[in-house]
T-cell receptor, first 110, second 113 residues
Framework: EDQVTQSPEALRLQEGESSSLNCSYT??????LFWYRQDPGKGPEFLFT???AGEEKEKERLKATLTKKESFLHITAPKPEDSATYLC???????????FGRGTSLIVHP | DGGITQSPKYLFRKEGQNVTLSCEQN?????MYWYRQDPGQGLRLIYY???????QKGDIAEGYSVSREKKESFPLTVTSAQKNPTAFYLC????????????FGNGTRLTVT
């Protein structure tokens, strides 16, 4: 059973249509939750780290939030260049090895 | 600029041959990792190393081997024992410790026929 579940698997938006991506986790003892962006044929690029429930971080059109069970990546007024796969990962307990979700593939149409 | 370099970007091999993927970093990070990425799957950990001359198996180490003779380098060998080697391989590094994000290279796509 996956410890980190991302939904939806794929999301298509029109330019300017705001939406949210979800990352839910079943692990206990969360140390940190990470969001990455991955473009086709490239390695993931780090976006945010969230440490505790209630924390929020923003970067341009992206805003990440964290609760005790899930994290959301809110995309406000997306542009076609926001099209990518967004990956979520968690660090648990004393291990610094992150566990990754399967990602959400986002396509923003002009 | 600091970063992680993986080479080559594309690699083609015949079944039964061993192949080595290169990963070099100049970020002065102690920890390095190898992941495999398949369509529809998350990143799966193959091997990781926290320090020179030491490495640990990840979730899917069978059919793979690594070495860590230098801090900057962490090559991955895909052996003929790996039953399904065709995949996208990602190398990453980080400062050891909690809450340190991974920095990734741009991957090597290996095709074995």
């Amino acid at each position: 059973e996956d410890q980190v579940t991302q939904s939806p698997e794929a999301l298509r938006l029109q330019e300017g249509e705001s939406s949210s991506l979800n990352c839910s986790y079943t692990v206990s003892g969360l140390r940190g939750l990470f969001w990455y962006r991955q473009d086709p044929g490239k390695g993931p690029e780090f976006l945010f780290t969230l440490y505790s429930a209630g924390e929020e971080k923003e970067k341009e059109r992206l805003k990440a939030t964290l609760t005790k069970k899930e994290s959301f990546l809110h995309i406000t007024a997306p542009k076609p260049e926001d099209s990518a796969t967004y990956l979520c990962a968690v660090q648990v307990g004393g291990s610094y090895i992150p566990t990754f979700g399967r990602g959400t593939s986002l396509i923003v149409h002009p | 600029d600091g970063g992680i370099t993986q080479s080559p970007k594309y690699l083609f091999r015949k079944e039964g041959q061993n192949v080595t993927l290169s990963c070099e970093q100049n970020l002065n990070h102690d920890a390095m990792y190898w992941y495999r990425q398949d369509p529809g799957q998350g990143l799966r950990l193959i091997y990781y190393s926290q320090i020179v001359n030491d490495f640990q198996k990840g979730d899917i180490a069978e059919g793979y081997s690594v070495s860590r003779e230098k801090k900057e380098s962490f090559p991955l060998t895909v052996t003929s024992a790996q039953k399904n080697p065709t995949a996208f391989y990602l190398c990453a590094s980080s400062m050891p410790g909690l809450n340190s994000p991974l920095h990734f290279g741009n991957g090597t796509r290996l095709t074995v026929t």
